[in-house]
């Protein structure tokens, strides 16, 4: 039971290219997430998705796009990659069907650099 | 709307003494807090959670919180800190029938020997 897992650990891309993270759950939870963190800024949404087949944007969704491929995998794709996206991109899934009550549970994170 | 401040950025104690890290927020709706802690260059892990039980709630590793909603508060404590304890600690705060999560800004809690 690997719970949440992310790939790659670790990029570096050029502005203007681009990439897509990857997570995968076992744990059969419905809702996954996409959160970044900056340095003094704990982490922020980007996107969520309450179940297979549904996204929704969060808090800080621009210059980002995400496909809930199916049950168990949720990626985070980068169209055009710039500097101020060079941050840590964590992955988190939880059950959902508990109204907000339920726990996450996260990946070990992808830390990107944008040069 | 939610927001949650930590009052701290770090905190510094001696092992063996208290753990305070503070954590005050704002809900315009019934909230679920969190306390979650993160190990260097680790992801995220759960220590405790309020959903509108008991006020007082009791995590992993001795950690504790009380929900005071009068005071808009949810602090974290521990009555003795563990070296191993040295780690950042993040409030969140989430409306309860919502998926939006809000982080505070997190505490970085150094152990002295």
């Known amino acids: 039971n690997a719970g949440v897992t992310q790939t790659p650990k670790f990029q570096v891309l050029k502005t203007g290219q681009s990439m897509t993270l990857q997570c995968a759950q076992d744990m059969n939870h419905n809702s996954m997430y996409w959160y970044r963190q900056d340095p003094g800024m704990g982490l922020r949404l980007i996107y969520y998705s309450a179940s297979e087949g549904t996204t929704d944007k969060g808090e800080v969704p621009n210059g980002y796009n995400v496909s809930r491929l199916n049950k168990r995998e949720f990626s985070l794709r980068l169209e055009s990659a710039a500097p101020s996206q060079t941050s840590v991109y964590f992955c988190a899934s939880s059950e959902g069907g508990l109204a907000g009550r339920e726990t996450q549970y996260f990946g070990p994170g992808t830390r990107l650099t944008v040069l | 709307a939610q927001s949650v401040t930590q009052l701290d950025s770090h905190v510094s104690v001696s092992e063996g003494t208290p753990v305070l890290l503070r954590c005050n927020y704002s809900?315009?709706?019934?909230?679920?807090l969190f306390w979650y802690v993160q190990h260097p260059n680790k992801g995220l892990q759960l220590l405790l959670k309020?959903?509108?039980?008991?006020?007082l709630v009791k995590g992993i590793n001795g950690f504790e919180a009380e929900f005071k909603k009068s005071e808009t508060s949810f602090h974290l404590t521990k009555p003795s800190a563990h070296m191993s304890d040295a780690a950042e600690y993040f409030c969140v705060v989430r409306v309860t029938g919502g998926f939006k999560t809000i982080f505070g800004a997190g505490t970085r809690l150094f152990v002295k020997a």
């Open positions: 809900s315009s709706y019934s909230p679920s």
């Open positions: 309020y959903t509108s039980a008991a006020t």
